[in-house]
């Protein structure tokens, strides 16, 4: 049974995160956390945090570190294409699709009403991760330097991440 609710919650996952991994993060925090209780919210943050480290999409990694905590190496792999599957068969249909209707408005506007869909989830997530993330004030100053140089001064984010983790290790 645990087998098919890990395949059932990335299939969903798959299907219904539209706007890559960050956006996907909001229904995978619900799934793994709300719903199945595979992980608490605070696993939940310290999993985003290495997965945002390693090579790979955010999605692809927390369903492959979540199926193998559950079930080991073959819940990994059914976590895993589970949450590629709808993707890839989505991606098929779209591009055998999109060429056909690719002059239509209403496919111009569809893509329209799919960009505010994709910041909010993203933007839900940054906001589900700063409710555990954020625990004192020295967390507080991390976010807000890493906001203004990659904002204002536009770091590259492999070198916020390498800096921040440098003033985790000496604020900590």
């Known amino acids: 049974m645990t087998y098919l609710k890990l395949v059932m919650s990335f299939l969903k996952v798959g ?3 539209i706007g890559g991994g960050y956006a996907m993060l909001p229904l995978i925090e619900h799934e ?6 595979w992980l608490s919210h605070e696993e939940f943050v310290d999993v985003v945090a290495i ?3 390693t090579p790979g999409p955010i999605g692809l990694n927390m369903s492959t570190y979540t199926g193998y905590k559950v079930k080991g190496f073959s819940g990994s792999v059914a976590a895993t294409v589970s949450n ?11 591009s055998r699709l999109f ?7 209403d496919v111009a506007n ?29 967390s507080a100053i991390i ?5 203004v140089c990659g904002f204002r001064f536009k770091l590259h984010p492999i070198l916020l991440i390498v800096l921040s983790a440098l003033a ?5």
Do not use: C, N, W
Not at 84 to 94: M, W
Not at 112 to 136: C, N, T
Not at 143 to 147: E, K
């Open 15 to 17: 299907l219904f995160g």
């Open 32 to 37: 793994v956390t709300s719903v199945h209780g």
């Open 51 to 53: 997965v945002e480290v």
């Open 84 to 94: 590629v599957f709808p993707t890839f068969l989505l991606a098929l249909i779209a």
């Open 99 to 105: 060429f056909r209707f690719r002059g239509s408005q």
């Open 110 to 138: 569809f893509f329209k009403g799919l960009r505010p869909v994709a910041i909010g989830l993203v933007a839900a997530a940054g906001i589900s991760m700063g409710k555990v993330s954020i625990v004192d004030y020295r």
């Open 143 to 147: 976010l807000l330097v890493v906001f």
């Open 168 to 172: 985790g290790i000496i604020l900590y």
